[in-house]
């Protein structure tokens, strides 16, 4: 996580803001990039499963797509629930 902070505060726009992060704000902010994404991820399955539907000729080999895509987004929530949560002193429950 030290690189993650060095990344921001070589960036002259967020340079101030950076230098005085905590670790635990880094963290945060770092678990709430990944479910960001984790969210991405979700939206993309939906539109797969949609597209899918649409399109009978290649629904077969589609619909095995967006299972895929959910698990990866469920195991990068597991990640931040066992991983990136408990370092910035968050319930994982609530993460």
Known sequence: MPGYVA???GNPLLAPRAVRLSK???YLMHANAVLYEVQQLYNVS???DTL???HPLVSEPLITIPGS???TATLFEVLVATKIAPLAGLDP???
């Open 7 to 9: 990344h921001l505060a």
């Open 69 to 71: 895509v959910r698990n």
């Open 93 to 95: 429950a609530t993460a």
């Open 46 to 48: 939906d539109h797969l």
């Open 52 to 54: 899918a539907d649409q």
């Open 24 to 26: 635990k704000a880094a």
